[in-house]
Each structure stands twice: as structure tokens, then as C-alpha cells.
């Protein structure tokens, strides 16, 4: 399939009926008064102008409660998104939610308008991280409203973030294994950052909370990562997207932001992997070479070669030596005394430990 283009479309929480304590978009919502049906019209048609390639185009609802905002408006924003759709110029329509906005009656009212896809913003299925982060609703309504999505046929899609209040990594975990019950289509794993104007900044403030650090986060993402992969679930995010507002110093008052997280934790994964692979031989001072595609290159290297390095001194290498290979992304191609080629979901299903 060719990359997806994104038509981002920013609703924010009018209709939200709760506060969550990491949440500052009520806020938000309250000095935003543009977004309506000629600002997303306009918008539509802006980014269609930008697209060169025009296959595979996404009209995608951000902002966390679109089923929460007045019906009216539901009605009014879908209604030019379909008229788009009907006319072959965009090929789906991707919308996320809270859990306890989700009935029949909405679903019903999605599938008229051919929304493809709705993600639910989750964020645990712990009672006590769900309880501290004051989610307004309870782990039951997130499978009930996940059952519901499924059986009209939309692709499920769910959110989970990491290091909320009175989270931990069994709690972490414990919410991966009831994703996988779940079955989703899609998973977005987001570390918790300390937005301004929410509770869990004055809370940082007053040192009652505590966000991971950089390498917690990256730790917890790449154990979840791989339980994911192996488990044929499709993680298509890690961590917030930056814009001008989220950054460090910005909206971003701390925690484990990092513009290329993602980057991060793969590249950690496939340190793990060839470490695992070679640890039982004869590395040192030896000269390993590595054939892959260049998306595994630039993981295997890492920023400022950070990863490679790492690798050379866990295997005590003489060197490391990475090359392009025609291969997919899910195979390695090693030399050391002989030429070894592994598939990377098979190895980590068999050889690698997760949660």
C-alpha cells in the first residue's frame, strides 16, 4: 500500500464531558472558534492540493471526543467529509473517541456517514490508573464499546498511555495483555507528558507525580512494541506528533518527549535482537556486517550511530559494518563466519522475552 496521506482535522473537546487529569483541552476548546464547516471545507482542499500522490488519502478527526461534540456538528463535518469520499478524492474517514461515547445509535449514525475507522482513546485498563487520571468511566465500558465497533464493522483502533498517575509497568502490561483480548486493528502507544494548564502539571509541580523518564519510556515502548508485533497487532504511533505548541519549553512541561521516540525504541529492538543472536558466539574482535533495507539501517545506527555503538561494545566487536540489502523491512541478513538470514517477527515470537 502507498503511504497515507493525512487531511488533520482538529476538533477540539466542546462536547467532552469530562476533564481528565492530563487533558488541557477543554482550554484549547474554549479559545478556538474557527472550526467549522467552511474552515474544514477549506482545509479538505488545501491539503488535497498538497498531495502529488492522490491514491490513498485519509480525512482523520483529531482532537479525542468527536462523538461528544454536538450531534448537529457530528452530522455537519461528516456529511463534506463524505461528499469527498463519494466523489473518489479521499478513501477513508478516521475518527477517535472516548469509550464512553460509543452506542448504536452513534454507530449508527458513523456508518451512514462511512467513517472506516474509529479509535478510542483508552489510556489504561487499570480501575486505579483509570480512577487517578479521572477517566470518567470504568475498564467494562472500554470492551463493551470495543465489542460494539467491531460488530458494525469499523476498524478498531485504541490508545494506551503509559506512566499516569499510580501507573506502573505490571499495570502497564496488564492493559497490553487486555488489549490483545480486545483484538484491535490499530494500536497508538503515547508516554505521558506534562501538558501546561493541567492537573498533573500542578501536581508535578507540588511533586505528587513523577512522568517516566526518557529511558523508562523507551524501555516500556519496546517491551509493548514487541508484544504487539507478535501478536499481529499494528502499532501505528509511538508518542505524541510535535507541532509548534508540542515541544519542551512550549506546552510540553516535562516528561519523555522526544520528536523521533519512535526511532528510539526501534532502534533498541533490533539492539536486542542482534545481541540475543550472537550471544552464545564468538564476537570479539570481530568484523560484522549487517544487510538490511535502509528503514533498518537508519534503526540499527541510530542517532549520532548511538545504536551501532551499542552494539559493538555489548558483542565486543572489532566492527560494525551496516549495507543495504534489497530485503523487506521484517529481515536481517548477518555475516560473521558464514551468511545467516533471520525474519524479525518469527525471531522475536521465539527467541526474544517480552511481557
Known amino acids: 500500500m502507498s503511504k497515507i496521506n493525512i487531511i488533520p482535522i482538529f476538533v477540539p473537546h466542546l462536547g467532552c ?22 474552515y474544514l471545507d477549506a482545509r479538505i482542499k488545501e491539503y488535497l492540493s498538497y498531495f502529488r500522490d492522490k491514491s490513498n488519502i485519509e480525512i482523520a478527526f483529531y482532537g479525542g471526543s468527536f462523538t461528544a461534540i454536538n450531534l448537529d456538528k457530528q452530522e455537519s463535518f461528516l456529511k463534506i467529509a463524505k461528499s469527498y469520499k463519494n ?31 474509529i479509535e478510542l482513546g ?25 465489542d460494539l465497533i467491531k460488530s458494525w464493522g469499523f476498524t478498531l483502533g485504541l490508545q494506551q498511555m503509559i506512566g499516569l498517575p499510580g501507573d506502573d509497568k505490571e499495570k502497564i502490561y496488564y492493559t497490553a495483555c487486555k488489549f490483545k483480548e480486545i483484538d484491535p486493528d490499530i494500536v497508538r502507544i503515547y508516554p505521558s507528558l506534562v501538558i501546561t494548564q493541567t492537573q498533573m502539571e500542578k501536581d508535578y509541580l507540588k511533586g505528587i507525580y513523577n512522568p517516566l523518564t526518557l529511558n523508562e519510556a523507551v524501555e516500556i515502548s519496546k517491551e509493548l512494541l514487541k508484544f504487539y508485533r507478535i501478536n499481529d497487532i499494528d502499532v501505528i504511533r509511538i508518542g505524541l506528533q510535535p507541532t509548534e505548541n508540542i515541544q519542551l519549553g512550549k506546552d510540553v512541561v516535562a516528561g519523555p518527549f522526544h520528536p523521533s521516540i519512535r526511532q528510539l525504541v526501534e532502534g533498541e529492538i533490533m539492539r536486542d535482537i ?82
Open 17 to 38: 464531558p469530562n476533564d481528565c487529569v492530563f487533558c488541557n483541552q477543554k482550554k484549547i476548546a474554549s479559545e478556538i472558534t474557527d472550526v467549522d464547516e467552511s
Open 87 to 117: 466523489l473518489g478524492l479521499i478513501h477513508r474517514i478516521r475518527l477517535s473517541t472516548r469509550p464512553d461515547c460509543i452506542d448504536e445509535n452513534i454507530l449508527s449514525m458513523l456508518k451512514k456517514y462511512g467513517v472506516d475507522i
Open 122 to 146: 483508552v489510556q489504561s485498563l487499570n480501575e486505579d490508573v483509570l480512577l487517578k487520571s479521572k477517566r470518567g468511566h470504568d475498564a467494562d465500558c472500554v470492551f463493551k464499546s470495543s
Open 274 to 355: 542482534i545481541v540475543d543472536y550472537f550471544k552464545d558466539r564468538n564476537t570479539n574482535n570481530k568484523d560484522l556486517f549487517i544487510f538490511c533495507s535502509n528503514k533498518n539501517i537508519s534503526n540499527l545506527s541510530g542517532q549520532k550511530k548511538i545504536v551501532k555503538n551499542k552494539i559493538i561494545k555489548d558483542l565486543n566487536l572489532s566492527s560494525l559494518k551496516l549495507s543495504y540489502r534489497d530485503l523487506p523491512d521484517s529481515k536481517l541478513m548477518f555475516f560473521l563466519d558464514k551468511e545467516e538470514t533471520i525474519n524479525i517477527k518469527d525471531y522475536l515470537k521465539t527467541e526474544i522475552k517480552c511481557i
